[in-house]
């Protein structure tokens, strides 16, 4: 009897992350990627005419934050299978990810044999988060009281996607390019982030973000 084909989709803005899968998921049978996309919007015209089983999404893209992107496609095509492949710290993003409709989330820093588990336990039905995420979203829906994790819980989606910039070291303007949104909504953001994080002024939510994106070290619970 014949096996089960499933093809996938790569959405990343590097394509060398599109050959490296393509090379660690050439031994799987029943693995094929048939669609790549560099950018959000891409992604969503390709979906038009395509239907993958499972679309692998990095959350850094040129274009648009993966987190937006990741409920677009869940909202459009909400039986579409959603697997986070990411150099953010899944402590920080897991649950957001989850809540927009991710399945599951995969740091890039993990061995490869990671990513194959989490794709083929995502077709299979099943979500694959790190333990701990997965307990706090099983509790969430079976609505039990679950403890921030920091004060950046506190943040909105689009909060986080700017702090997330902020982070890797974006300035107003290039967040305001790739968002599309003004500058005067960035710096709205920034201030909101500022008073939700008790941050006394823009150089200490630089530091902070810093801190957080890039060295993974989370603020204290507030």
Not at 137 to 157: E, F, H, T, W, Y
């Amino acid at each position: 009897m014949e096996r089960p084909s499933y093809s996938l989709m790569v959405v990343d803005d590097h394509p060398i992350i599109h050959n490296a899968l393509e090379t660690l998921l050439a031994s799987e049978e029943t693995l094929s990627i048939d669609t790549v996309a560099t950018s959000a919007a891409e992604t969503l015209e390709i979906l038009e005419t395509t239907y993958p089983h499972l679309v692998i999404i990095d959350l850094s893209l040129g274009d648009s934050d993966g987190t937006y992107l990741i409920q677009k496609i869940h909202n459009q095509y909400p039986k579409m299978h959603i697997l986070v492949y990411s150099m953010s710290e899944e402590k920080l993003f897991g649950e957001r990810a989850a809540s927009a409709g991710a399945r599951g989330y995969v740091m890039k820093t993990s061995e490869p044999s990671v990513l194959k588990e989490a794709i083929h336990s995502i077709i299979g039905g099943h979500l694959f988060f790190s333990s701990e995420t997965t307990s706090r979203i099983l509790k969430k829906q079976a609505g039990r009281p679950v403890a921030p994790m920091s004060a950046l819980d506190n943040l909105s989606n689009r909060e986080m996607d700017i702090f997330k910039l902020v982070g890797e070291g974006l300035n107003t303007i290039h967040i305001s390019n790739q968002l599309n949104i003004s500058k005067n909504t960035v710096d709205t953001h920034r201030i909101n982030i500022r008073n939700k994080l008790e941050l006394p002024n823009g150089k200490a939510l630089d530091r902070m973000a810093y801190e957080v994106i890039i060295r993974g070290k989370l603020p204290q619970k507030k």
